[in-house]
């Protein structure tokens, strides 16, 4: 085993350096250049088969990307400065590496890339800008949001090219879809005061994104591409219940004892001389009314998805909300001993007196207003 480690060092080692120059084989000399750039620096004077690779590498990329910046610039495409500047820019990294290097050995021209990068670069800016500008002219939030993004292009190559901050702010402007979320109560009641008010007040932070904007208000100076609607169609109250529950409890309980006799009316004695005694036992039982207070009140009707431009429904859901009022309490008549624990919890307590009914139907728009939020979450993909 010992003798074999050499040999499988040295395989490793021939695996290893063979790695770059397959690389360079198949073509990729980017890849090549930076294995063989990691060898020679770790050992500049034990890697001349990578000298060799990377000045090897480095000539033929060089061609190939002179070669292909060309054939670009004579195909006379506008559009092609963004592939040009990034192959300039790709240039000026490879021979940075180069220059990193030691010297070792390493061939290479050293260009001045950076007129080439600059024209390439502003060129590139001057056709995004150019595209964005074409695609914000169409009426279209779709095609601002193109445009928009063409605009970041142009940062990307010139922070401060002409007004790209304006034109970004003009499709941002443009792109976005503004949806207004508005109540109407249809119900044949009077809503308590306030009720409405607290639900428009739903928060829409979390709704709005890049391209999606909520309003519960009229913003004058925004298009409102499509409504929702929380149609309120129905508030009731319910009467107020109180509904009776009449049972009752038993158990077995021990009620003294007997002395069991024998046939001629003797007590019988156990095999220790002690009398035998029998238990005796009695059942005892207690009466209960258990009394349960109940009253509702139920808000409910539909959210419904209109597009403001054709005014036609897409969608609708129903939507119903309900606050509860109900409590439980009992009286009891008899053994209380008889009682099961959980029966004896509920005696002791009073009735409560019944909500009036306009807190109760506030409860229930509050809780109205949660589920409103949810399904608009839900549905928040629906909308374009």
């Known amino acids: 085993m010992k003798k074999l480690i050499p040999f499988l060092i040295i395989a490793i080692f021939f695996v290893g350096c063979k790695s770059s120059t397959k690389q360079l084989e198949r073509g990729d000399y980017d890849a090549a250049l930076t294995k063989s750039a990691k060898k020679i620096k770790r050992n500049p004077s034990k890697n001349a088969d990578e000298v060799w690779v990377f000045n090897d590498a480095y000539k ?30 790709k240039m000026d990294k490879r021979q940075n590496l180069a220059i990193s290097l030691p010297p070792v050995g390493i061939e290479f021209e050293e260009k001045d890339y950076t007129p080439n990068i600059n024209e390439s670069r502003l060129k590139a800016a001057e056709y995004a800008y150019a595209k964005g500008d074409q695609l914000l ?18 940062k990307r190559y010139d922070e401060y090219y002409k007004d790209v901050d304006a034109k970004l702010a003009e499709a941002k402007f443009k792109g976005i879809t503004n949806i207004f979320f508005k109540i109407e109560d249809h119900s044949k009641v009077v809503a308590p005061k306030g009720l409405i008010a607290e639900i428009q007040r739903i928060n829409m932070d979390e709704l709005n994104s890049t391209w999606k904007n909520y309003d519960t208000y009229v913003d004058t100076n925004k298009i409102y591409h499509y409504s929702v609607f929380l149609n309120i169609n129905l508030i009731d109250v319910s009467p107020e219940e109180v509904k009776q529950n009449m049972y009752r409890e038993s158990r077995e309980i021990e009620d003294g004892f007997d002395y069991e006799l024998d046939a001629n009316g003797n007590v019988k004695k156990d ?3 002690n009398d035998i005694k029998v238990i005796r036992y009695k059942t005892i ?12 009140a139920r808000i409910s009707g539909t959210i419904d998805y209109i597009d403001n431009y054709t005014n036609k429904l897409l969608k ?21 001993t008889a009682l099961k624990p959980e029966t004896r919890h509920k005696l002791g307590i009073d009735p409560l007196p019944f909500p009036f009914d306009e807190p109760l ?14 399904i608009i979450v839900r549905n928040k993909s629906f909308l374009k």
């Open 137 to 154: 002219k169409i009426d279209n939030r779709f095609e601002a949001r193109k445009a928009y993004n063409r605009f970041l292009e142009v």
């Open 316 to 336: 609708s859901e129903p939507i119903t909300s309900d606050a509860v009022f109900e409590h439980h309490y009992a009286v009891a008549n008899g053994d209380l």
């Open 271 to 273: 095999t220790a001389g």
């Open 60 to 89: 033929m990329a060089t061609t190939r990307d002179e070669e292909a910046i060309l054939r670009l610039k004579r195909k006379g495409d506008p559009s092609l400065w963004a592939k040009i500047y990034q192959t300039y820019l």
């Open 361 to 374: 139907i506030l409860q229930a728009g509050d809780v109205l207003k949660k589920i409103t939020k949810d």
């Open 285 to 296: 039982v207690c009466d209960v009314k258990e009394l349960h207070q109940f009253k509702t």
